[in-house]
């Protein structure tokens, strides 16, 4: 075993603790929202009552200690 190969192996061990970490953080933001997908859903129910919409983006974020939905409403023209 060459030395590259002592670095390569530390650095698939990286990758694979960094894609670890990713879904780790994915399944607690599904465990702390778990109705995101439902809440999406009824939003463009609701707005599709009053306009016609082109798309919905949900997106959460952490800014601190605060968690903030954003929620982007894209709506067709001419309405």
């Not at 780790?24 to 465990?31: F, W």
Request: glycine content about 2%; proline content about 1%.
């Amino acid at each position: 075993m060459s030395l590259f190969d002592f670095f390569k192996k530390k650095k698939s061990a990286q990758k694979a603790k960094d894609r670890l970490s990713v879904a780790i953080a994915l399944d607690r933001d599904s465990n702390i929202y778990p109705h995101l997908d439902q809440m999406k859903q009824e939003i463009m129910e609701v707005v599709k009552k009053y306009s016609q919409i082109k798309d919905v983006n949900i997106t959460k974020d952490k800014v601190g200690d605060q968690d903030i939905l954003d929620i982007e409403i894209v709506l067709e023209e001419g309405r």
